[in-house]
DNA sequence: TATCAATATGACGTTAACGTAACATTTAGG
DNA sequence: CCTAAATGTTACGTTAACGTCATATTGATA
């Protein structure tokens, strides 16, 4: 597994900037490339793909601090994980906070239809009078 | 229509503070309230109105400024409107932002479940192992 | 080995959406 | 009429999530 890559190549393909990846890993949402020394840091595939999956995440909606909470759910295996009962709360809390948005987002979405569709009938009044 | 409150009465009602009201004032998001001369400013149900849907449509993650897009179109009556197309092409932007939105929660709320199972499962195997 | 692009490392700047403190005015109530 | 509570007006502070220099090293290549 020679999935050595450097900064430049990491934040090509992940579509971000190394400043969000060096902040990332001051926050801990990444974990700090290798390096030997006070040279450069080389990161690996999953690094890259924990990149792409915080991105995903963000456009949902999420805070940073919040995708920490579940970002490790994704990569790590569960034998190493030891707050289990704690992991698992999170995970159903989310879920309720996923299905509270769902809705809203569903109602927002009928609102709009239904605003749609007054607009265009009163088109067709005021074109055809 | 006696429906004239100062700004305790409603930002007690709409849920939100005296910086908020004046903060979305400044930026155009509500009607200024009324005043005579220099007084006080009295508000009216509308703009109660207006802030809660304001607070549902935050929620959603929409930005003040998207927010500024479609507010009017819950509140004014359609024969007021100039740009007629343009409405409707925000409208159905917006719609179509939604539906990608929710689509993508409802991935995040598969992962979620299948994480959950995942931990549930594992918990059964380590428990009775 | 010399050099120049790619990185590393601070540190200050930026935007959104208000919070908060300070001080001047207004208004309802006794 | 007088006072206390509510409101108005500045203006500086705050958090998140980076952007943007400036400067110092590092490392691939001619």
């Known amino acids: 597994m020679n999935d050595r890559m450097r ?3 990491l934040t090509e393909r992940a579509g971000v900037t ?5 902040y990332y890993e001051s926050i801990g ?5 290798e390096r030997e020394g006070h040279g450069q840091h080389y990161y690996t595939e999953e690094t890259l793909a924990r ?4 991105d995903q995440l963000k456009k949902l909606g999420l ?5 920490r909470d579940v970002i490790d759910l994704y990569f790590i295996d569960p034998s190493g994980i030891q707050p289990k009962q704690k992991v698992l709360a999170i995970l159903r809390q989310h879920l309720a ?5 769902i809705g809203a ?9 239904a605003n749609i569709e007054r607009f265009e ?6 074109e055809h009078r």
Chains 1, 2 share one sequence.
Request: no cysteine.
């Open 105 to 113: 987002l569903q109602q927002f979405r009928a609102d709009l239809q």
């Open 121 to 126: 009938r009163w088109f067709e009044e005021t």
């Open 51 to 54: 990149l792409r999956k915080i």
């Open 63 to 67: 805070s940073l601090d919040e995708i």
């Open 18 to 22: 190394p400043r969000t990846v060096r």
């Open 7 to 9: 900064i430049g190549d």
């Open 97 to 101: 906070e996923a299905d509270q948005k």
């Open 29 to 33: 949402l990444i974990p700090p490339g």
